[in-house]
């Protein structure tokens, strides 16, 4: 008889038991009960305002858009392996890992977030304005992108 270490419970046969449920099944129920949510909200708000257009066709395509999210992820659980994060008894050292590559120091950022500073100033100043924000902008992205290809952090 062995214990579970997070249940306490006892199992025959030498094996700890683990409870695991759906992928992503937490996620998709809460997309998908945002329509039983907001598609109520919709008839009651087109009914009291005499199915005034721009509010009542905005909530419709809210419920449409929670349908599309949480379809999706009702499609997606069904193909993907279980995740740490799926199993209610998991620790927090079962998600540990590699999470990403990340630059330890770039200016391209602020180049990209000036361009676009520059572009968002050309609708209000002049439309001349937002072609040299654009350009900025193209430049810091494509330093941002190209950043590990060349140079000191080069793979």
């Given at each position: ?23 992503m ?37 809210l ?5 599309l ?46 361009g676009a ?25 494509t ?13």
């Amino acid at each position: 008889m062995n214990a579970d270490r997070h249940t306490g419970q006892q199992h025959a046969g030498g094996h700890t038991e683990q409870k695991q449920s759906r992928p992503m099944w937490v996620e998709a129920v809460l997309f998908t009960a945002g329509i039983l949510f907001f598609l109520p909200v919709a008839l009651i708000y087109g009914w009291v305002s005499d199915w005034e257009s721009v509010g009542t066709i905005s909530l419709f395509l809210l419920c449409l858009m929670f349908a599309l999210s949480g379809g999706y992820l009702i499609l997606t659980s069904r193909r993907i392996d279980p995740r740490p994060e799926d199993n209610p008894t998991a620790d927090i050292e079962d998600r540990t890992g590699e999470v990403g590559v990340f630059s330890p120091h770039s200016w391209w950022p602020l180049v990209l977030g000036i361009g676009a500073a520059i572009a968002f100033f050309g609708v209000a100043i002049g439309w001349w304005l937002v072609g040299i924000g654009a350009v900025v902008s193209m430049i810091g992205l494509t330093g941002q992108l190209f950043e590990f290809s060349r140079g000191q952090h080069a793979h």
